[in-house]
């Protein structure tokens, strides 16, 4: 009972299967072809094969592995944008996904009106933004461009803007996807600082990285996948090092 | 019933998203232009007024009243054209969202919707500028007006849904939708009266066309100072609900599939 507990998100034999992007069809005539041809549902692709495994509450796990093994797709099937093909995802606390931000952002709307925006995707209600909204325009440092729409922005000002409102909640689990990589070194920092804070608050956290060091930094867990299935999970150190290893033996 | 209630709190938990997204596509929508808000009255006003000028005299000895007869039609057909043209895109159009994060995907139809209904409430004000230049005066029947509205609403709705889940999968739907909206522009006796279709088409129109449904009940209450046919109350309340349960079904049915599609 105890053990059930303390488990905060619980992947177990997932699936996630694509359809092909090179053989979309979005026309009514190619699938009709394609219908003749009975070419239909050949085209697939598993994103994820039958990946288990458990995050207890209060642990920081990191992803790793390389460009298209499957990181975000697992991600994103945490957060329910996806839907697991077989297998069960099961998760029991509140997620703040940052897997893009300032994502839903609109550009010819002012800073103001997109931090009400964005929060209410976010799920937060008026009556919360209200009494955050002061907190969020310091933590971002962009108090005299409040008022300018999101279009003249720069990339890094935005990303400021979008980690600012995501991280406001303490959300039980929160969700990094490699979005740190925006943003100068003073403003990493202060992200960096702002995680460090919400771990010691007992937020259980998912990050991916591409950098090893981060994710020591940060993870006492990881969990390494390659072409969709898991090559390694458990303590952060030795699967680091075993991720290191398998990238310099493939480079010779 | 249990994944229904579930369903209205999820609703209940993303009320403030929708009303977001409504008053961000009524900001934006006059956002830099000179007039604002008024355009919402005067360009169907425009409109009316070139179409009068056109159609004066054509029809004008069969219909009483023209202009008024004229802007319930069109501002009624216009609700539906915008609704769910705009309802079309609303999926798709939001795809970097809906693939970064979860937002139930209903939210943005039912906004595209919404927020078209709002711009259709604020054109009432033509409405009542041509109600008070004809001398049309108020009946206790108008009290019935927020029905239609609702009905049509909910059957807007409806289809909007229908054809938002639809083009994830078939971007063609909004070039087929388009064509199809203006053979049911001219199928609705908009500037038009429905004696002037020849019989058989006029069966058809009057049995299944859904805006005719709405528009008359309109135009029963304004023009002839009594309250609609319970026919049509009926029939408009059925093709109402029939596109919602449709539109509903359709969509849930579908949901899951659309990331990979968008």
């Not at chain 1, 099937?77 to 509140?94: A, E, H, M, N, R």
């Not at chain 1, 925006?117 to 310091?138: Q, R, T, W």
Request: glycine content about 6%; hydrophobic content about 45%; charged content about 20%.
């Amino acid at each position: 009972m105890n053990s059930e507990k303390d488990c905060i998100i619980k992947v177990s034999d997932a699936t996630v299967r694509f359809n092909m992007a090179s053989e979309k069809i979005d026309n009514l005539k190619e699938y009709f072809v394609k219908l003749v041809r009975r070419e239909l549902m050949f085209q697939e692709f598993l994103a994820l094969k039958n990946v288990s495994f458990e995050v207890k509450r209060g642990e920081a796990w990191g992803l790793i592995g390389t460009n298209g093994s499957g990181k975000s797709t697992l991600l994103k099937l945490i957060c329910g944008i996806l839907k697991p093909y077989k297998g069960t995802v099961d998760v029991y606390g509140s997620i703040a996904p940052l897997i893009e931000l300032g994502a839903g952002f609109d550009g010819e709307l002012t800073a103001t009106e997109n931090i009400y925006l964005n929060g209410a995707v976010l799920g937060y209600s008026k009556e919360f933004m209200d009494s955050h909204y002061d907190e969020i325009v310091d933590f971002a440092e962009l108090k005299d461009f409040m008022n300018m729409p999101i279009k003249n922005y720069s990339s890094g000002m935005a990303a400021r803007l979008g980690f600012a409102i995501a991280t406001i909640v303490r959300p039980e689990i929160l969700i990094v996807d490699e979005v740190l990589a925006v943003g100068d070194a003073a403003f990493q920092e202060k992200c960096q600082e702002r995680m460090h804070e919400m771990l010691a608050g007992g937020t259980t956290l998912l990050f991916v990285s591409h950098t090893m060091q981060t994710v020591r930094q940060l993870c006492d867990h990881a969990i390494w996948l390659n072409k969709g299935t898991v090559v390694m999970k458990g303590e952060a150190e030795p699967v680091c090092n075993a991720y290191m290893d398998s990238l310099s033996v493939s480079d010779k | 019933m249990n994944l229904f209630l579930k369903r209205l709190g999820g609703f209940y938990k993303y009320r403030f998203l929708m009303e977001q997204l409504v008053t961000k596509d009524i900001k934006l929508k006059y956002r830099r232009s000179f007039l604002g808000y008024l355009w919402s009255i005067l360009n169907p006003l425009m409109i009316m007024v070139i179409l009068v000028i056109v159609f004066s005299n054509m029809f004008r000895s069969d219909v009483t009243n023209f202009p008024v007869y004229l802007i319930i039609g069109q501002t009624l057909f216009n609700f539906m054209n915008e609704s769910t043209t705009q309802a079309i895109s609303s999926i798709t159009g939001n795809a970097s969202l809906l693939k970064k994060t979860y937002v139930p995907k209903y939210v943005f139809t039912v906004s595209k919707v919404t927020s078209s209904f709002v711009n259709t409430l604020f054109a009432m004000g033509a409405l009542v500028v041509v109600f008070v230049v004809c001398r049309v005066t108020p009946n206790i029947y108008y009290l019935m007006i927020p029905v239609i509205l609702l009905q049509e609403y909910v059957f807007c709705l409806g289809l909007g849904m229908l054809l938002a889940q639809g083009s994830v999968f078939f971007r063609d739907i909004q070039y087929i939708y388009n064509a199809l909206l203006t053979a049911w522009m001219y199928l609705t006796p908009l500037f038009y009266p429905i004696a002037l279709l020849p019989d058989a088409l006029r069966d058809i129109v009057v049995t299944f066309n859904p805006m005719y449904f709405f528009i008359t009940e309109f135009r029963q209450i304004v023009l002839e100072c009594r309250m609609p046919d319970p026919y049509l109350i009926m029939a408009g309340t059925i093709s109402a609900i029939l596109a919602i349960v449709i539109g509903t079904w359709a969509f849930l049915k579908t949901q899951d599939k659309f990331i990979l599609y968008i």
